[in-house]
T-cell receptor
Framework: GNSVTQMEGPVTLSEEAFLTINCTYTATGYPSLFWYVQYPGEGLQLLLKATKADDKGSNKGFEATYRKETTSFHLEKGSVQVSDSAVYFCALSDSGNTPLVFGKGTRLSVIA | GAVVSQHPSWVICKSGTSVKIECRSLDFQATTMFWYRQFPKQSLMLMATSNEGSKATYEQGVEKDKFLINHASLTLSTLTVTSAHPEDSSFYIC????????????FGQGTRLTVV
């Protein structure tokens, strides 16, 4: 079955540091890939997405590229801010009526 | 993006009582909705999938008589925690999708349930 593996946290970075959160997936066919962010006490918000190989999703300085050859969708940001502190979830979907398959989440803490 | 509204955002109830949580899609037809439970500092655990007009499909280990799900319309699904006990205290999150397109799922704000 489909699965998502992402690096386990917590990750602690200083402000303006470079961020990478690794995500790899296993799926049949050609899934869509997503990164969601969860701030404390809130639901999940879509951060970015990519629907086909070589697509790059980007939003708020974050970006991730759909790499079919390495089955990866790593999240990157060049300069993190304290406000980026949250839990980040990588997810995939292979059809519109099935639940997303989530990774376990990576907690990011950015310190000033 | 589309908006999913979940209500209430938090609730405290006494043991033995029932609590209903609503999940509404505000600007699209949510043909499929999902209910998740999240324990502190953990990932989301899928509880059930509900399709409009049909019975919900529960994940293994989730008691369907305990967690009643109703998806009566294309914009509303409800989760009722019946005869709640302290171990039911958790963060519950709903998610909605339009099955006609393979797009992202949209999430409600979550409901923090505390059973005392």
């Amino acid at each position: 079955g489909n699965s998502v593996t992402q690096m386990e946290g917590p990750v602690t970075l200083s402000e303006e540091a470079f961020l990478t959160i690794n995500c790899t997936y296993t799926a049949t066919g050609y899934p869509s890939l997503f990164w969601y962010v969860q701030y404390p006490g809130e639901g999940l918000q879509l951060l970015l997405k990519a629907t086909k190989a070589d697509d790059k999703g980007s939003n708020k300085g974050f970006e991730a590229t759909y790499r079919k050859e390495t089955t990866s969708f790593h999240l990157e940001k060049g300069s993190v801010q304290v406000s980026d502190s949250a839990v980040y979830f990588c997810a995939l979907s292979d059809s519109g009526n099935t639940p997303l398959v989530f990774g376990k989440g990576t907690r990011l803490s950015v310190i000033a | 993006g589309a908006v999913v509204s979940q209500h209430p955002s938090w609730v405290i109830c006494k043991s033995g009582t029932s609590v209903k949580i609503e999940c509404r899609s505000l600007d699209f037809q949510a043909t499929t909705m999902f209910w998740y439970r999240q324990f502190p500092k953990q990932s989301l655990m899928l509880m059930a999938t509900s399709n409009e007009g049909s019975k919900a499909t529960y994940e293994q280990g989730v008691e369907k008589d305990k967690f009643l799900i109703n998806h009566a319309s294309l914009t509303l699904s409800t989760l009722t925690v019946t005869s709640a006990h302290p171990e039911d205290s958790s963060f519950y999150i709903c998610s909605a999708r339009d099955r006609r397109v393979n797009t992202e799922a949209f999430f409600g704000q979550g409901t923090r349930l505390t059973v005392v």
